[in-house]
Nanobody
Framework: QVQLVESGGGLVQPGGSLKLSCAAS????????MGWYRQSLGKQRELVAI???????QYAESVKGRATVSRDDAKNMVYLQLNTLKPEDTAVYYC?????????WGQGTQVTVSS
C-alpha cells in the first residue's frame, strides 16, 4: 500500500506559477510511475504529467511547455511545476502512483487560477 500526500495548492493569478509536491509513504524508487492528474468541476479526471523511475516523462498537450514533472527518489517525492497558469488550469490536482496493476491516489489539492 502506498500513501500519497500532496501540498502546494492555492489561489494563483493568471500568468503566475505554482509548485505542487507529493510525498510517498514508501521508497519511491520502487514505484514505476509517479505523477499528477487533475479534475475540474463537471469533467473527468485527466492526466497532467507523469514520470517513470527511469525519468521518462509524459505531458498533457494542454500543459506542454508550461509544466515540469520531476521526482526525487532520495526524498520519496514527486513535484509538478506549473508556469504561465491559465484559468482553465483550475482543478483539484491529484498525486498518482502506479506499480504494475496497482494504482494509488492522493487526497487532492485545489488549484484556483483567478484574478
Amino acid at each position: 500500500q502506498v500513501q500519497l500526500v500532496e501540498s502546494g495548492g492555492g489561489l494563483v493569478q493568471p500568468g503566475g506559477s505554482l509548485k505542487l509536491s507529493c510525498a510517498a509513504s514508501v521508497a519511491s524508487e520502487t514505484i514505476y510511475v509517479m505523477g499528477w492528474y487533475r479534475q475540474s468541476l463537471g469533467k473527468q479526471r485527466e492526466l497532467v504529467a507523469i514520470v517513470t523511475n527511469g525519468k521518462s516523462t509524459q505531458y498533457a498537450e494542454s500543459v506542454k511547455g508550461r509544466a515540469t514533472v520531476s521526482r526525487d527518489d532520495a526524498k520519496n517525492m514527486v513535484y509538478l511545476q506549473l508556469n504561465t497558469l491559465k484559468p482553465e488550469d483550475t482543478a483539484v490536482y491529484y498525486c498518482y502512483a502506479r506499480n504494475g496493476a496497482n494504482r494509488y491516489w492522493g487526497q487532492g489539492t485545489q488549484v484556483t487560477v483567478s484574478s
